[in-house]
């Protein structure tokens, strides 16, 4: 064991990758020992799945252009082409999301295409493809790797009842029940875990690691890489920041290197406001059912005039909370405009109190993408507040299009925004993203609301329109004094326009930071360990 | 060439220009064979006439998100209940015919609803469930007709005395009442029908630019997108579904008036699927309708049936080849059509 002990399973050497142009691994080197749990972390899109996927050898790489960079497995070097080769190689995955058969039993899961398998009369006949299930040697050997894994659950229990903790568990079983196995991913095995359900994952990956198994540990949450990872890498946009041993590291540490500094300008002129405290909204409890990004017991306050930003992590629950009050997802909890209290779950009764919303979805929910630019501007407006209609032969309860007006305020957006088409009848899907951003604005722009919410307001447009799309908003701040809440997955973004930003952990707001505060307070809010850590420091 | 060809295509679609040419080729042969060219056509404009409002009830469904309404036989099936119930009451004429529409408007607002809430339950599946719920509704109908307590010996069959006949004549009803509307002197053309039919087409172009109308476009266009801008995605499905079986069922009667007959029982059974040819070669998706494409649709349609029937058995006097090619080509259009539900990305 000693000797092998120092040798590389896995290597990978200056690894990069880019996606249209757009490059998201800029060298990454990675090297895990036998038995040492090598954790990964990093924010959304630092390039961590990515990496992931090279090593795994997923189609999606190589369905983009493949990468480019050396692996070497067991010292030798290895192209990984497909899934089936990686594990040839002994390398297993444990997925985020659980890739097993509901119906199935553990046993079965377990075993899934790698059946042991006995003779019977009609196989010696018809060859091997008719041999039988060897069902009592394939639960002795599922029973096996589950009790490696210190697991008492029946092997001959379905898995469509099981808790999501035992789900991750079985799908481990799975991975080392493969008998090459060398390397394990686990891709943030603990997301969907409760805390002892995650304490029990991280005594099982220790134990692993104590059989000679390597592990990459792919994870943000930053205790559980604290209490079991060997060395620590943190990627930063596509690049690796540091590798650390697990006792130079502190959570601040990687908290910090994780944020870093990207701020590249803060455009607000200074001595705009003087502070208001005027609370314009008030969220008091808020739960929203948003599938992939619960909002579990909001409070928050919004103050006249300030760009609030809420930022996170992706699946915390920062996208639910606007989606929720604008009443897209189910939502309870209480809402209040100016002390008065907004009916949740009800979209038109939202935008008649004078919020209007710019979603995250700009394709399925922004837009419609065969009508023109000019009725997509109108038609929010005209629906809930009755403009641009104009009664037939002077009856008033008939209402009808009156084009002109619509066509008067299109041209009106389309020069204001700088929108750049053909002409107010394109339809919108000809747009590109940041072009159909920028009506969508207009859409909300024409409810004339008293606050906006604005979701992803630069997911998928190119940098330039990027910058476009963000002066535009502190534009309509200084200018029209509109109340913006901005809600971003990119921390830099808020950081740069944000008079406050509130950072949402576990559907929760896990407090709320001037742009100004440090990387590490950022980083550590992120990962959920603010409280609990400026707890242990107050001891 | 190829350039004509391929602007031609991009701007008119498969449909119409393949038919507009088979159109013509059967024009020709029809000159070649020596028929009565302007007996064609005028055969042709009285079936475009008879045909033009239940072609008109698509739009309302296609533009509320449903798709195509392939349960018109039930709006159908309420334009006859109104029909009989006139027969019944002994009332002739165009008022006759005008009582017709009056009573199938109530029968076909709540057989709409009543759909509706079916089809707001399986949203993404409406036209599956639409064909089979027009089956069964028909099917269903074949004993209602025979139950309904109809007494009107003109209407009942003559043995027995119960149950409504299959062919119910309009003689002496309001057999071409639209139709000969208005007569000029030596034209002897539906104009009342196209009259008619011009009427709803503006109310229904009046609709689609009213703020519901609008709402309910955006409703089909983009659900999501409608709700986020405070529409009630199914009231407005709604509204849809009940509009276009309310235009079926007096498109039965502006046909059966031009017709002259009134066909129960199984009768409706395929009615919508010539409707839905005739929309989609006028250009129409599943998606998106207008009134041009009703226009064109049933033209190019209408003619081809009217016109195909004596060219190919002129051609081919056995059997009933005419009838091989009207359902060859209804099918083949609907087919081509459901292929392109998700637009031409």
Redesign the interface.
């Known amino acids: 064991m000693g000797e092998t002990k120092n040798t590389y399973i896995i290597e990978l050497k200056e690894i990069e990758k880019e996606y249209y142009g757009n490059k998201v691994l800029k060298g990454v080197s990675l090297a895990v020992k036998q038995g040492e749990i090598h954790a990964l972390v990093g924010e959304n899109g630092a390039g961590k799945s990515t990496l992931m996927n090279i090593i795994f050898g997923m189609p999606v790489i190589f369905n983009t252009g493949g990468f480019s960079g050396e692996i070497f497995f067991e010292g030798r070097p290895v192209e990984i082409k497909s899934p089936r080769e990686a594990m040839e190689l002994g390398i297993g995955m444990v997925h985020q999301e659980f890739m097993l058969l509901p119906g199935f039993t553990i046993t079965e899961n377990i075993k899934l295409n790698r059946e042991i398998l006995k003779d019977n009369i009609a196989s010696k006949i018809f060859g091997p493809k008719l041999k039988t299930l060897d069902v009592a040697a394939m639960r002795k050997d599922a029973k096996k790797a589950l009790n490696e894994l210190g697991m008492n659950v029946d092997e001959w229990l379905p898995v469509a009842g099981l808790p999501v903790g035992y789900m991750q568990f079985v799908e481990i079983a799975r991975e080392i029940d493969k008998k090459n196995v060398k390397l394990l991913i686990f891709d943030e095995p603990t997301a969907v875990l409760a805390e002892s359900e995650a304490e029990k994952l991280l005594d099982a990956m220790k134990m692993l690691a104590a059989k000679g198994i390597g592990i990459l540990f792919i994870t943000h949450r930053l205790n559980e890489v604290l209490a079991v990872a060997d060395n620590i890498t943190v990627l930063r946009d596509g690049e690796k920041v540091g590798t650390m041993r697990k006792e130079e590291a502190s959570i601040e540490k990687m908290a910090q290197m994780m944020v870093g500094r990207k701020i590249e300008r803060v455009e607000k002129s200074k001595g705009r406001v003087e502070k208001n405290t005027e609370v314009i909204l008030s969220i008091r409890n808020l739960y929203v059912d948003m599938p992939g990004e619960q909002v579990k017991g909001v409070n928050l306050d919004v103050y006249r005039g300030e760009i609030l930003g809420i930022g996170g992590l992706a699946g915390q629950g920062k996208i639910g909370i606007a989606n929720g009050i604008?009443g897209?997802y189910r939502a309870k909890g209480e809402v209040y405009k100016n002390g008065k209290k907004i009916e949740l779950n009800n979209?038109?009764k939202a935008?008649?109190n004078g919020l209007a919303?710019v979603?995250e979805?700009r394709r399925?929910?922004?837009?419609?993408?065969?009508?023109s630019i000019e009725?997509n501007i109108a038609?929010?407006a005209?629906?809930?507040k009755?403009m641009f209609?104009k009664p037939?032969l002077g009856l008033n309860w008939?209402?009808?299009?009156d084009e002109r007006k619509v066509r008067e305020n299109a041209l009106k957006y389309i020069k204001e925004l700088d929108i750049r088409c053909t002409g107010p009848t394109q339809k919108t899907r000809q747009l590109s993203g940041g072009n159909q951003q920028k009506v969508c604005i207009a859409?909300a722009l024409v409810l004339e609301p008293d606050i906006l919410f604005v979701s992803e307001p630069t997911r998928g447009i190119d940098i330039g329109a990027k910058k476009l799309v963000l002066d535009l908003l502190v534009k309509l701040n200084v200018e029209k004094g509109m109340t913006i809440v901005m809600t971003s997955s990119e921390l830099g973004e808020l950081r740069s326009i944000c008079d406050r930003i509130a950072i949402v952990y576990d559907g929760k707001i896990e407090g709320i930071l001037s742009p100004q505060d440090s990387d590490t307070d950022f980083g550590l809010m992120m990962a959920g360990e603010y409280k609990s850590h400026s707890r242990e420091e107050a001891l | 060439m190829k350039n004509l060809w391929q602007k031609l295509v991009d701007k008119y679609g498969y449909p119409k220009v393949f038919i507009t040419i088979l159109l013509i080729i059967l024009l020709i042969i029809a000159i070649i064979q020596k028929q009565s060219v302007y007996g064609l056509l005028k055969d042709s404009l009285v079936r475009i006439g008879m045909n033009s409002v239940l072609v008109l009830a698509m739009v309302p469904s296609i533009v509320s998100g449903t798709g195509l309404n392939f349960a018109l036989s039930i709006g159908i099936i309420c334009g006859l209940i109104a029909g009989c119930i006139t027969i019944e009451m002994n009332i002739v004429g165009l008022k006759g015919f005008l009582t017709a529409v009056l009573i199938s408007i109530p029968l076909s607002v709540m057989a709409g609803y009543l759909y509706s809430i079916l089809l707001n339950k399986v949203k993404g599946d409406e036209m599956t469930v639409g064909t089979y719920m027009g089956f069964s509704v028909v099917s269903l109908m074949c004993i209602g007709w025979l139950l309904l307590p109809f007494r009107n010996p003109e209407m009942v069959w003559a043995i027995g005395g119960r149950g409504l006949r299959t062919t119910i004549t309009l003689a002496n009803k309001y057999d071409k009442v639209l139709d000969r509307l208005i007569t000029l002197p030596n034209v002897d053309l539906p104009i009342g029908t196209f009259l008619f039919f011009a009427v709803c087409c503006f109310f229904i172009w009046?609709f689609l630019?009213?703020?519901t109308g609008?709402?309910m476009?955006?409703a089909g266009?983009?659900p999501?997108?409608a709700?986020?801008?405070?529409?009630?995605v199914d009231k407005y499905r709604t509204i849809g579904t009940i509009l276009s079986m309310v235009l079926g069922g007096i498109g039965i009667l502006v046909y059966a008036q031009s017709y002259g007959f009134f066909q129960l029982y199984t009768g409706p059974l395929m009615m919508p699927f010539a409707a839905i040819s005739a929309i989609l070669i006028g250009g129409a998706t599943a998606?998106?309708a207008s009134i041009s494409n009703v226009i064109a649709g049933v033209i190019l349609f209408q003619s081809l049936l009217t016109i195909s029937l004596p060219v190919i058995n002129r051609m081919m006097p056995e059997g009933n080849l005419s009838e091989v090619v009207r359902i060859i080509v209804s099918n083949g259009v609907i087919l081509y059509a459901l292929t392109r539900v998700g637009?031409n990305e």
């Open positions: 604008m897209l979209p038109r935008m008649e919303f979603s979805d399925g929910v922004g837009l419609m993408l065969d009508e009725l038609i929010g005209m629906q809930v009755g209609l037939l008939i209402k009808l299009l859409k | 009046l630019r009213s703020k609008i709402a476009m955006a266009s983009n999501r997108f709700q986020a801008s405070g529409i009630n998606r998106k637009g």
